[in-house]
């Protein structure tokens, strides 16, 4: 179990962390929410129908990381389309980017908020090495963030495509990104492990 998670019988899964590991996933999930940004206000009235019809922001984020957690809808990955379909895919990106990025956020936060949750609970249970036991549920909330913190450090990083993470593996050890891409690739043997625990 160290290193990985296990599937927990009756569902769920679990991973052994020791101490350093639950407070590099905890700083990660608290940076991804300070990122993300802040949600609605506490004290603000509750109206779900006012929420419903409320607009979120319609342009990309400057942020190359945020662009990343709240890519275009429509887009041409290729570059190929002409001056008329680039400003089409703009103008659909930017409607449904109107409609969807408050709650894209708002699910983005309450998977990092799990994550810190679930790790102070943990941290409080005792010292060392410790278990951590999640239900299904909190498990995709877990995935959800652990995705999210890849595509987050992935951005900063650079890494664009698979050639891009061959080149990671041959840093050496003085680059001042290695502790980035040792987290990296960390969080991807999470993930990984995670995804086949969720597997039927």
């Known amino acids: 179990m160290p290193g990985h998670f296990e599937p927990l019988p009756g569902g769920g899964a679990a991973v052994a962390l020791d101490e350093v590991e639950i407070s590099i996933i905890r700083s990660l999930a608290v940076q991804l929410m300070e990122l993300i940004g802040p949600g609605p206000a506490d004290d603000a009235p509750a109206d779900p129908l006012a929420e419903l019809f409320s607009d979120g922001p319609s342009e990309p984020p400057a942020d190359p990381v945020l662009r990343r957690l709240f890519p275009d809808a429509y887009c041409d990955p290729e570059g190929s389309a002409s001056p008329e ?72 990083l650079q890494i664009d495509d698979e050639d891009d993470t061959e080149v990671l593996y041959r840093l050496p050890d003085d680059d001042p990104r290695k502790p980035m891409v040792m987290a990296y690739l960390w969080l991807g043997g999470l993930q990984e492990t995670l995804v086949s625990t969720l597997m039927p």
Not at 95 to 114: I, S
């Open 85 to 156: 379909q680039a400003e089409e895919q703009r103008a659909y990106s930017a409607e449904f980017r109107r409609y969807t990025e408050n709650d894209l956020r708002a699910g983005k936060r309450e998977n990092a908020l799990a994550v810190i949750r679930s790790l102070d609970a943990l941290a409080a249970a005792g010292e060392g090495v410790a278990v951590l036991k999640l239900s299904p549920e909190e498990s995709k909330q877990w995935l959800g963030a652990l995705n999210d913190l890849r595509l987050a450090i992935g951005a900063r």
